[in-house]
Nanobody, 129 residues
């Protein structure tokens, strides 16, 4: 099974940047799509982005497109989320997850969250105004 460890959250001022990391272990890194999600208090969990390690295909939600960038390091079995131009509304707990439904990445569409079978613990991101 895949184990995921998210890190990199913290407190940042509006307009600032943070880079989140999601370290994967326990299975072959290339066999999965890795996604980033967030959940703000009182709101539903939101899909932000995913990357298919096998073919490097990516997806971004409209809320983060142009500000956030997902990337991966196969040598470190880690997926990153570079977050720039942060806004107070980006404040949330951020999660990473993995799914082995890799074929859907070719469609460039959002993957249903229930398709992700492996989840890491969250990391808090707080953006002050």
């Amino acid at each position: 099974d895949v184990q995921l460890q998210a890190s990199g959250g913290g407190l940042v001022q509006a307009g600032g940047s943070l880079r989140l990391s999601c370290a994967s272990s326990g299975s072959t890194f290339d066999d999965y799509i890795y996604g980033w999600f967030r959940q703000a208090p009182g709101k539903e969990r939101e899909t932000l982005s995913y990357i298919s390690i096998h073919d490097d295909r990516t997806f971004y939600s409209d809320s983060v497109k142009g500000r956030f960038t997902i990337s991966s390091s196969t040598g470190k079995n880690t997926v990153y989320l570079q977050m720039n131009s942060l806004k107070p509304e980006d404040t949330a707990v951020y999660y990473c997850a993995a799914t082995d439904h890799t074929g859907i990445a070719t469609l460039g569409v959002e993957i249903p969250q229930y398709w992700y079978g492996y989840w890491g613990q969250g990391t808090q991101v707080t953006v002050s105004s």
